[in-house]
Structures are given as structure tokens and as C-alpha cells.
């Protein structure tokens, strides 16, 4: 039984993140140039995204990771605990969130208000993957890799119950598995 059993389809292959990644690189590049943006990676669904796009960032980036959930039983709230804050200050830098995926909108959210209010130069964000169907909340996503269609997705850093992280691109978790 290999992990492939449990994935329907795949949705984007270990090739087009890498190229979604360059590209998204690039553009990064351009509009950062000598701004020394800090990365801000939301753990744990952004590591692989995170260890690619830089290498396709040319010009000085410094990266540095949260760890948030959502308040249990006030989910609709947005409401976001920190569990790992940032080891430095955010006041007149220039904050990038790299997302694995933005579905509802409500974490960004909530702590795009937070980095905001702790004075942060400018605040933006890069997401690979965006489920645009599901939001509901208003987030301005500057990067987007691609859109894909509602569905639970693993892989490349997203899990299923902290599992199928490891996959190495991005998959339809067969219902069966979640259901
Ligand atoms: P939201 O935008 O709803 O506040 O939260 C986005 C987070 O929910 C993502 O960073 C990810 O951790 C999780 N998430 C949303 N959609 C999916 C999905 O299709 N698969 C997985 N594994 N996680 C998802
Ligand atoms: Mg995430
Ligand atoms: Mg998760």
C-alpha cells in the first residue's frame, strides 16, 4: 500500500509547483528588489512551499515562521490563537505570508490585522494554491500560484490529520479516507 492509493487525482505535479514556484519567484524578485522583505511562513502547510519560492527569490529575503490555529468552537469568528509567535519585531518591515492554501480567508485574516497593527512597513501575500469558492472573508492575495476547484487536497505540506504531508506534489484525498 503506497500513499498514491489514497489520492484520486493529482491536482498539480512535482513540475508545475516547481515552475508556479519560479514564476511566482520572479515576480517577488522584481517587486522587492532591495526592500529585504521577511518571509513570514504559516506552519505547518507552507514548509515545502516555502523552501521552494525562495530559491527563485534574487534579491535579500530573511524568512521566519507562526504557528496559528483557529479557536475551537468559534471557527466562524476567525478568531486565531497563536501558538508560535515571530522570534523578531515586525515594525517597519515589509511582511510577506507565504500560504500553502487560502480557502475561507479567516486565518490571513485575522492575523494580517495583528501584523498590522504592530506597525509592519507593508503587508502582502503569496499563496500557492486558492480555493476562491470557499471564502468568507475578504483577503487581497497579491501572488497566487493557481486556483483549483473546492476539494480537500493534500500533500507538499498539506496534511489530512497531520498525515500525507511528505507527498511531493499536490492530490485529491479519496473521500473514503476522510469520510
Ligand atoms: P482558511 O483560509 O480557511 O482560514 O484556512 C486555510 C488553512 O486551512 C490552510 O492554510 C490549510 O491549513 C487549511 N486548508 C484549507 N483547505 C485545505 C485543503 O483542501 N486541504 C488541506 N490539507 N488543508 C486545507
Ligand atoms: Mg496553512
Ligand atoms: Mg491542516
Same mark, same amino acid.
Given at each position: 500500500?503506497? #500513499?498514491?492509493?489514497?489520492?484520486?487525482?493529482?491536482?498539480?505535479?512535482?513540475?508545475?509547483?516547481?515552475?508556479?514556484?519560479?514564476?511566482?519567484?520572479?515576480?517577488?524578485?522584481?517587486?522587492?528588489?532591495?526592500?529585504?522583505?521577511?518571509?513570514?511562513?504559516?506552519?505547518?502547510?507552507?514548509?515545502?512551499?516555502?523552501?521552494?519560492?525562495?530559491?527563485?527569490?534574487?534579491?535579500?529575503?530573511?524568512?521566519?515562521?507562526?504557528?496559528?490555529?483557529?479557536?475551537?468552537?468559534?471557527?466562524?469568528?476567525?478568531?486565531?490563537?497563536?501558538?508560535?509567535? #515571530?522570534?523578531?519585531?515586525?515594525?517597519?518591515?515589509?511582511?510577506?505570508?507565504?500560504?500553502?492554501?487560502?480557502?475561507?480567508?479567516?486565518?490571513?485574516?485575522?492575523?494580517?490585522?495583528?501584523?498590522?497593527?504592530?506597525?509592519?512597513?507593508?503587508?502582502?501575500?503569496?499563496?500557492? #494554491?486558492?480555493?476562491?469558492?470557499?471564502?468568507?472573508?475578504?483577503?487581497?492575495?497579491?501572488?497566487?500560484?493557481?486556483?483549483?476547484?473546492?476539494?480537500?487536497?493534500?500533500?507538499?505540506?498539506?496534511?489530512?490529520?497531520?498525515?500525507?504531508?511528505?507527498?511531493?506534489?499536490?492530490?485529491?484525498?479519496?473521500?473514503?479516507?476522510?469520510?
Amino acid at each position: 500500500m503506497t #500513499l498514491r492509493n489514497d489520492i484520486s487525482d493529482i491536482v498539480l505535479s512535482e513540475e508545475k509547483i516547481i515552475s508556479l514556484a519560479k514564476s511566482l519567484g520572479e515576480k517577488i524578485t522584481e517587486d522587492y528588489k532591495d526592500k529585504n522583505p521577511l518571509l513570514v511562513g504559516l506552519l505547518k502547510g507552507s514548509i515545502m512551499f516555502m523552501g521552494d519560492l525562495i530559491k527563485y527569490i534574487d534579491t535579500h529575503v530573511e524568512i521566519d515562521f507562526m504557528d496559528v490555529s483557529s479557536y475551537s468552537g468559534t471557527k466562524s469568528s476567525g478568531d486565531v490563537k497563536i501558538i508560535k509567535d #515571530l522570534n523578531q519585531s515586525v515594525e517597519d518591515r515589509h511582511i510577506l505570508f507565504v500560504e500553502d492554501i487560502i480557502d475561507t480567508g479567516q486565518t490571513l485574516n485575522a492575523i494580517i490585522d495583528l501584523i498590522e497593527y504592530r506597525k509592519a512597513a507593508s503587508v502582502e501575500i503569496v499563496t500557492l #494554491l486558492d480555493k476562491p469558492a470557499n471564502r468568507k472573508v475578504d483577503v487581497d492575495v497579491k501572488y497566487v500560484g493557481t486556483e483549483i476547484p473546492d476539494g480537500f487536497v493534500v500533500g507538499y505540506g498539506l496534511d489530512f490529520d497531520e498525515k500525507y504531508r511528505n507527498l511531493p506534489y499536490i492530490g485529491l484525498l479519496k473521500p473514503e479516507i476522510y469520510q
